[in-house]
Nanobody, 124 residues
Framework: QVQLVESGGGLVQAGGSLRLSCSTSGRTFSSYCMGWFRQAPGKEREFVAAIRWSGSNTYYADSVKGRFTISRDNAKNTVYLQMNSLKPEDAAVYYC?????????????????WGQGTQVTVSS
């Protein structure tokens, strides 16, 4: 079993930055693809970014490309999402997820484990 705990959410002005962290338990973190998803009120949960177990491959949603950066520290069992140039439309609950695939996974339904989420609010 893998447990995921997100942190780092909060209120930020448009144009500002936040860094989300996702700490995981379990000895096999380094073999998992890790992803970030988000869900705004009244909308479906959507893919944001994902990183392969080795960190060698990443993938981003078009809406965040060039502004967000996903990274991981396997020694610390932690994955990060650096969010810059935040926009009001980035406001959502952000979820961390883990997938046992060896590839970079962008499909929400493929992920095996999920965190509880952290709220990001962006004021205009």
């Amino acid at each position: 079993q893998v447990q995921l705990v997100e942190s780092g959410g909060g209120l930020v002005q448009a144009g500002g930055s936040l860094r989300l962290s996702c700490s995981t338990s379990g000895r096999t973190f380094s073999s998992y693809c890790m992803g970030w998803f988000r869900q705004a009120p009244g909308k479906e949960r959507e893919f944001v970014a994902a990183i392969r177990w080795s960190g060698s491959n990443t993938y981003y949603a078009d809406s965040v490309k060039g502004r967000f950066t996903i990274s991981r520290d396997n020694a610390k069992n932690t994955v990060y999402l650096q969010m810059n140039s935040l926009k009001p439309e980035d406001a959502a609950v952000y979820y961390c997820a883990a997938d046992r695939s060896n590839a970079v996974v962008i499909s929400l339904r493929s992920y095996d484990y999920w965190g509880q989420g952290t709220q990001v609010t962006v004021s205009s």
